[in-house]
């Protein structure tokens, strides 16, 4: 086991926690200390999210110090898939993890049933972050959260849990930096720095591009329903009746096909560039601090971190937009049984494209911590 006190962070959302009588928390403690007996090492879980001490502790560990000894441990449930905080934990974490060649340190707990989870491909439209869980080697505690604290059941399971824990730091590969294959080159000669920074910075155009496209499908899906809004109203007016809606609500499912079907895409697209480039990104990141680092290659960086603030200026707003969005769609989908699941496709897409805004955001803040532009 490595020099370096091995810690954990603790995901979840105070309301499970709450509904639960605090036994979340409580698992926190008991898998620290069963860890401590059989390794003889602490482990020091971070919990307190709102804590200062959390969030020093939750950037030092991302930024420099995630080796072989730091874990993210998400107890996953219904709310912790709702929340955009434990999202936006899970995101960042992978994506560092995935950028050391570290993939085990992310270790979910399956706390309370998420549907797509235990089934997968088969519950649709996909959500990413369940599917990052779901990559992983998650442990079940559906049933065990039910058994009493110390019965022998949930003892073994925690002793479980935690030997588990000291194995993945026993085991885990040494760390492999993650680096990014430069669009168009061949295998034969590798990129180097300002290759690869020439490349990245060339794509930011087309993500920022995406994101525009997708607001405008979106803006056109609200105008279209807005007119089903007032035809309804007319119809009502004139004595229509629940027919009367019926027949317009067909209409607009009729006219939305096109639309949603490019939402999807367009969502779909732009998670998967930015979550497959992710961890190549924060390792050139990292590798931009390098004192020996030539000056070409620095003022590339620095290029390159200035188009990444500005992209992360443009997306964030067009982001705060959609989310507003998605919950108005939400609340609209309940009163018809045929647009329902394309508003769920909506929905799905612009958690995509929400989510991509916590990796971009990401890059953004790894940026200022090394200095103005990256310098």
Same mark, same amino acid.
């Given at each position: 086991?490595?020099?370096? =006190?091995? &810690? ?7 309301? %499970?926690?709450?509904?639960? *009588? ?14 401590? +007996?059989?390794? *003889? ?49 899970? @995101? ?44 992983? =080697? ?21 002793? /479980? ?36 920074? &020439? %490349? ?11 994101? =525009?496209?997708? &607001?405008?499908? +979106? ?17 009502? $007016?004139?004595?229509?009746? #629940? ?25 779909? /697209? ?14 050139? +990141?990292? /590798? ?11 003022? $590339?960086?620095?290029?390159? #971190? ?6 992360? *200026?443009?997306?964030?707003? &067009?982001? *705060? ?20 699941? =394309? ?10 494209? @929400?989510?991509?805004? $916590? ?17």
């Amino acid at each position: 086991m490595t020099n370096e =006190q091995p &810690a954990g962070f603790w995901s979840y959302t105070h309301r %499970d926690d709450q509904l639960d *009588g605090g036994r979340i928390t409580r698992l926190s403690e008991r898998i620290a200390n069963a860890f401590e +007996i059989i390794t *003889g090492e602490p482990l020091e879980i971070f919990i307190d999210k709102k804590s200062i001490e959390w969030g020093d502790a939750w950037r030092m560990r991302l930024d420099w110090a995630l080796t072989g000894t730091t874990f993210l441990i998400p107890i996953v449930t219904p709310k912790f898939v709702q929340s955009q905080e434990c999202r936006r934990e899970v @995101i960042a974490f992978a994506g560092h993890a995935a950028s050391l060649g570290l993939d085990e340190l992310l270790l979910p707990i399956h706390y309370v049933n998420v549907p797509q989870l235990a089934h997968g491909a088969e519950e649709r439209p996909a959500d990413e972050v369940v599917e990052l869980i779901a990559r992983r =080697q998650w442990v079940d505690w559906r049933e065990l959260r039910l058994e009493d604290e110390d019965s022998p059941a949930y003892r073994q399971a925690v002793h /479980k849990l935690a030997t588990k824990l000291a194995e993945i730091l026993e085991t885990v590969p040494p760390v492999a930096p993650v680096e990014v294959a430069a669009i168009g080159q061949g295998e034969e000669e590798p990129p180097g720095f300002i290759e690869i920074m &020439a %490349d990245m910075e060339a794509t930011l155009p087309a993500w920022e591009d995406t994101v =525009q496209q997708f &607001a405008k499908i +979106i803006e056109l899906i609200g105008e279209e329903t807005q007119q089903a809004t007032e035809e309804i109203q007319a119809s009502d $007016s004139r004595g229509g009746g #629940f027919a009367g809606r019926m027949r317009v609500t067909e209409q607009l499912a009729s006219r939305l096909t096109e639309p949603v079907d490019k939402v999807d895409a367009l969502g779909s /697209k732009y998670w998967a560039e930015l979550s497959t480039i992710d961890p190549g990104v924060i390792g050139l +990141i990292r /590798k931009s601090g390098d004192d020996d680092l030539s000056a070409e290659d620095r003022e $590339s960086a620095r290029e390159f #971190f200035r188009a990444i603030k500005e992209l992360a *200026g443009t997306t964030n707003e &067009a982001t *705060g937009h959609l989310q507003s969005y998605s919950d108005s769609v939400g609340a609209a989908a309940q009163g018809s049984r045929r647009l329902r699941p =394309q508003f769920r496709v909506i929905q799905a897409a612009v958690q995509k494209v @929400i989510d991509g805004q $916590s990796i971009i955001d990401e890059w953004r803040r790894m940026i200022d911590n090394l200095g103005e532009d990256g310098s």
